[in-house]
């Protein structure tokens, strides 16, 4: 057996990972539905302006990444993205969400959309990781 490091592993690699996990959560807890979310903000050409990625797992709904590009921010673009994954997960089950947010990027918006801190971790660079909470039921 051997350690290998791997930065620019395979996504067939990182899929066994991804799906011993799940195996291994179902097994334990009988959560057995599990769905992507991939909510996208298009432009007239089809374009990608901006979009929200997660997981609904567990009746959660785990925002991982929502983005919308610099010049539409401000127009409630990334509220109309985070208010369509939330209803999602509703329809799924879900009763609570919750995102990670770096302290530069956008925990304010997610607290004036509802989202509670609950933790915080400082970071050597004074950029430090938040973690936020809703309830959605």
């Not at 127009?75 to 089950?93: K, Y």
Request: aromatic share 10%.
């Amino acid at each position: 057996m051997r350690i290998s490091v791997e930065p620019r592993a395979s996504d067939d690699d990182k899929r066994v990972v991804r799906e011993r996990v799940d195996l291994y959560n179902i097994a334990r807890t009988g959560f057995d539905e599990c769905h992507e979310v991939s909510i996208f903000l298009r432009g007239d050409l089809g374009e990608i302006r901006g979009g929200l990625l997660g997981l609904v797992w567990g009746g959660w709904l785990h925002v991982q990444h929502l983005w919308v590009e610099e010049a539409l921010r401000g127009g409630g673009h990334g509220r109309a993205l985070l208010e369509a994954a939330e209803a999602f997960a509703r329809e799924r089950g879900c009763t609570d969400a919750h995102v990670e947010s770096h302290s530069f990027q956008a925990p304010e918006f997610y607290e004036k959309l509802g989202y509670q801190r609950f933790g915080e971790i400082a970071k050597p660079s004074g950029h430090g990781e938040v973690f936020l909470r809703k309830r959605l039921a």
